[in-house]
């Protein structure tokens, strides 16, 4: 499954070996604002035009400007005509509940764009997810299990949406579990992509081929490499 996104997230961990360079820094608090959709601090925001300051009176144009990315990248993929896009659900994407984070983080940022009437609410999860150290596994084994799909997906052409991709278990889960129900996922959009080295841009254009999980952090990796 090929993924598209726009920063280079260099994770926490790797920053602990090698610090993080200051571009870096912007991807990260840019990544940080798509995600959580609350301001916290002054970064720049790099665009092919130049960097642009994010402050609180101008702080709406980052998610914005990832619903652009997420336009731009369909019409260059031609995966615009009758496509579903599928949040991943955060963690509060629970059966039952009226809405979740990353659904209204694509909302947001596909207000009034022509792709705004394809956001499709299709994905949820059965229950409450244990975190990691209460015992909740992170496979993609795992999520696909917890995972519920609405059966109007059947026939219909699927763009996942993330905010951050890491080892990628969540989408390929969602993958499965839409191909099971028997939608075509033609790929995904994030912002981010979780980096443990400089290899990869802070922002750009950028793209990765995603088939199987992805190796997470490991120490050794923090000053040279996702």
């Known amino acids: 499954m090929k993924v598209h996104f726009i920063c280079g997230y260099y994770s926490d961990l790797a920053h602990t070996s090698k610090k993080r360079p200051e571009d870096y820094w912007d991807a990260y608090f840019y990544v940080w604002a798509v995600k959580v959709g609350k301001f916290r601090r002054s970064f720049f925001a790099h665009k092919p035009s130049g ?22 990248t369909l019409k260059t993929e031609n995966e615009t005509d009758d496509v579903l896009l599928i949040p ?27 792709l705004e009437a394809c956001i499709f609410d299709g994905i949820r999860w059965k229950m409450k ?19 519920v799909v609405d059966p109007a997906v059947e026939g219909r052409s699927v763009v996942l949406i993330d905010d951050v ?30 980096i443990y080295d400089l290899a990869t841009k802070p922002f750009g254009l950028q793209e990765i081929w995603v088939e199987n999980e992805l190796s ?11």
Request: some cysteine; charged content about 25%; hydrophobic content about 40%.
């Open 216 to 226: 997470d952090y490991s120490g050794n990796r923090g000053a040279s490499q996702d």
């Open 165 to 194: 991709l890491s080892t990628g278990s969540t989408l390929l889960a969602a993958r499965d579990a839409l191909t099971a129900a028997g939608a075509t996922v033609l790929g995904a959009v994030t912002c981010g992509r979780t």
């Open 129 to 147: 997810l244990q975190a990691a150290h209460e015992g909740g596994g992170r496979s993609r084994a795992f999520w696909r299990d917890q995972m």
């Open 88 to 114: 991943v659900p955060s963690k509060d994407g629970v059966v039952g509940e009226k809405t979740f984070r990353t659904l209204e983080m694509v909302r947001e940022a596909l207000s009034k764009k022509p």
């Open 51 to 72: 960097k642009i300051r994010i402050n609180r009176g101008n702080f709406e144009l980052v998610r914005q400007w990832f619903g652009d990315f997420i336009v731009h």
